[in-house]
């Protein structure tokens, strides 16, 4: 056990989600972060609507533990979505991308824990006085799209600034991440890199290779122009990207070549012009390994981490 506010608010085991990732994160990768004691996430991101209840209704059979759906409210389907998660009861949602306020009310009064993702102070002090029961805050350091502060920097100031338990995300990939985070006021983390090369994460196996041997320094940041900023490992796609950065080049060249970029990586394999969106922490994830051997390894390293700093320091 390791027991925070989050832990008893979402009736898990220990204080790790999993991170959404579009496109990736199915009912396997969910229910088996669910039955290893963290909370699981089905990406709703583009997804058609449909297939988002199937996996829902897969994830209930896979687990009787807690999971999360995401949504992308940048997303077509957002509105759709934001219905499904309350005709299919599912026990928690988290959101992406803005600010889920307008559909509070509907998921408060369904009985759903509502923990959105935030990339400042302000959007934290809204979420909670819009009714919001925790909040995530992204730091730059995270795979797919970002905000501009680091993790180090957001999440003690959200943590001053509200009373909700928060959740870090971004850049942590072992239990000394952690320990850092809760050092820094954060009841929970959220994880996504590490958890692409999951056995039980259906990704391409080429994605999960590259991520294996990306380093510190292989990933990077395109789409800053069109204000929607997306963390990769550096590929043939992303050198195409800086080069249309370089030449300014219209926000619809962007776009063009970004559409689809994720799925083909994601699906087909295509590690060179798809979309291998990871975060900096990739350069930490060494080998594939079940979901329950990734969590175990984080809270055993945690409990080590914070028993060890205490005994060293601590006179
Ligand atoms: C491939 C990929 C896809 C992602 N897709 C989503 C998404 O659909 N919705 C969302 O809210 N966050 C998304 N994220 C962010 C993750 O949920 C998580 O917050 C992030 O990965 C945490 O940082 P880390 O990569 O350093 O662990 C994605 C991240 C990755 C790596």
Redesign the pocket.
């Known amino acids: 056990m390791l027991e925070t506010r989050l832990t008893k608010l979402l009736k898990i085991k220990y204080p790790i989600i999993q991170?959404?990732?579009?496109w990736?994160a199915d009912s396997s990768l969910a229910s088996s972060v669910s039955n290893a004691g963290g909370l699981g996430v089905i990406?709703g991101?583009n997804a058609p609507v449909e297939k988002v209840r199937e996996e829902i209704r897969k994830t209930k059979m896979l687990t009787d533990k807690p999971f999360a759906v995401?949504i992308?409210l940048m997303s077509e389907n957002a509105e759709e979505l934001a219905r499904v998660v309350v005709e299919e009861k599912v026990p928690v949602v988290?959101?992406?991308?803005g600010n889920p306020g307008k559909y509070i009310p509907m998921w408060k009064a369904a009985g759903i824990k509502v923990i959105p993702?935030v990339p400042s102070v302000a959007l934290a002090v809204r979420m909670e006085r819009a009714g919001a029961d925790a909040v995530?805050t992204?730091g730059t350091?995270?795979?797919?799209?970002i905000g501009e502060i680091t993790t180090l920097c957001l999440l003690p100031q959200v943590k001053d600034s509200v009373n909700i338990p928060v959740i870090a995300?971004?850049?942590?990939?072992d239990g000394r991440g952690l320990s850092a985070c809760l050092m820094l006021g954060a009841e929970g983390v959220?994880?996504?890199?590490?958890f692409?090369v999951a056995h039980e994460c259906n990704v391409h196996e080429n994605y999960k290779q590259k991520v294996i041997a990306s380093k510190d320094i292989d990933t990077s940041v395109t789409g800053r122009p069109t204000g929607h900023p997306v963390r990769s490992i550096r590929n043939k796609l992303t050198r195409r990207f800086q080069e249309l950065e370089k030449s300014c080049e219209a926000i619809e060249s962007f776009e063009e070549l970004g559409r689809g970029a994720?799925a083909r990586a994601?699906v087909q394999g295509d590690v060179e012009y798809g979309s291998v969106?990871?975060?900096?922490?990739a350069g930490l994830v060494s080998k594939e390994q079940s979901c329950r051997e990734i969590i175990d390894e984080i809270i055993q390293e945690a409990y080590r981490t914070l028993r060890e700093i205490t005994l060293k320091y601590m006179r």
């Open positions: 991170g959404a990732m579009a990736i990406a991101a995401n992308m988290t959101t992406g991308a993702v995530i992204e350091e995270a795979g797919g799209h995300a971004g850049g942590i990939g959220q994880i996504g890199t590490r692409l994720l994601a969106m990871a975060g900096q922490i």
